[in-house]
């Protein structure tokens, strides 16, 4: 975990306690004018039927330094007035909190540039790795998570 005035990253294998991350990052003395917030969790559709779990793994010390400089990135290219990000890692199940972004800045169109900034990083370049866990009447299986094209096409968006 790393801290500083406008912003701070969370690497946890506990789940998450939304609603303090959400008073954390919106807390304000008046300085910030629009706060976005996302959460992305482990689903089960169609394309992941017999998903039991998933397993996140990072490579501890060096994701919190990637972590901490994708913020100062988005804290200055969007002036943002408060970042805040969370990540789990560990065995996760369907429905889980896998991860929390929440921006803050003056105006709306800032608060979710950054936000989408900030995933888009975290969906691509950030050290962590997804093995999903399924188990069907006849087979049981572990699958590695490769980048998806359309994630990788998002990031060509941010180049300047």
């Known amino acids: 975990m790393s801290d500083n005035k406008n912003s701070r990253v969370i690497i ?13 990052v919106q807390s304000s003395q008046g300085e910030n004018g629009a706060s976005v917030i996302f959460t992305g969790c482990v689903r089960v559709s169609d394309e992941e039927s017999g998903l039991t ?6 490579y501890p010390g060096m994701t919190e330094s990637l972590l901490e400089d994708i913020l100062s990135q988005a804290v200055t290219r969007w002036k943002l007035t408060r970042v805040l990000v ?12 896998i991860v929390f972004v929440g921006t803050c800045a003056l105006h709306r169109k800032e608060a979710f540039e950054a936000a989408e900034f900030i995933m888009d990083y975290l969906k691509n370049q950030a050290t962590f790795w997804k093995k999903e866990h399924y188990s069907t009447e006849s087979n049981k299986s572990d699958n ?9 096409d998002t990031m060509k968006r941010w180049q300047d």
């Open 53 to 58: 779990g998933m397993t996140l793994e990072h």
């Open 12 to 24: 946890s294998h506990q789940p998450f306690d939304l609603t303090a991350l959400n008073q954390e």
């Open 86 to 97: 969370a990540h789990r890692v560990g065995h996760l199940t369907p429905g889980e909190t």
């Open 144 to 152: 590695w998570v490769d980048a998806k094209q359309t994630d990788l």
